[in-house]
């Protein structure tokens, strides 16, 4: 942890030619604090380094931090998709069809991959989208099939600004023949296919 600075002591009153009567016995007195000054500047400067050293190792720790983080996103999106497919499976074992894409990989492409200019999604792929430079567009996978799904989410919080474009890419979204604009910030959406009727259903 980062420590405060030793202080430094006043030097003693210069010797001055206009004060002659005191002038010898001001030089020595200044002279003799000068080992003591040294000193004091050696103590600030071992702790300046100290604390350069310290902050070295807490933005080392922070980073490793956020690498944390990332992962742990990513187990999120592992546990959801656990728990739809053991709701798949539980309807499945009752008698319900196989559901088209069913134990499909659901992975998120992570900080390493974050996008930053137009691209095509995959299906089971959640994508980290950042408008810092511009607004672009991230189209739907093509041919999808029911069960098919891609969520995008704001990675910098500048969707409202620079506004991220979901392209339907031939499909409808929610029933509508128009991309989605994504205008609010910080906003994670999910695109299920559902059919022709309704194309992408959006969560």
Avoid: H
């Amino acid at each position: 942890m980062a420590t405060t600075p030793p202080t430094i002591a006043a030097l003693p009153a210069a010797p001055s030619t206009s004060s002659p009567s005191t002038f010898d016995a001001d030089a020595d007195a200044f002279v003799a604090a000068m080992d003591g000054l040294v000193s004091e500047v050696n103590d600030v400067a071992d702790n300046v380094y100290d604390n350069a050293i310290d902050a070295a190792a807490q933005a080392s720790t922070a980073t490793a931090q956020a690498a944390i983080s990332t992962i742990k996103a990513s187990d999120a999106d592992t546990a959801r998709l656990a728990a739809q497919t053991a709701a798949a499976a539980a309807a499945v074992a009752a008698g319900a069809a196989i559901p088209a894409g069913y134990g499909q990989l659901y992975k998120t492409e992570g900080a390493a991959n974050v996008k930053t200019t137009t691209f095509t999604s995959a299906t089971g792929r959640c994508y980290d989208c950042d408008t810092t430079g511009g607004p672009f567009t991230g189209s739907l996978p093509p041919s999808p099939g029911v069960g098919d799904l891609a969520t995008f989410r704001d990675y910098a919080g500048t969707w409202e600004t620079k506004n991220f474009t979901v392209g339907r890419n031939g499909q409808l979204i929610a029933g509508s023949a128009s991309d989605f604009v994504c205008d609010i910030n910080n906003l994670a959406l999910e695109f299920i296919f559902v059919g022709g009727t309704k194309g992408w259903a959006v969560q």
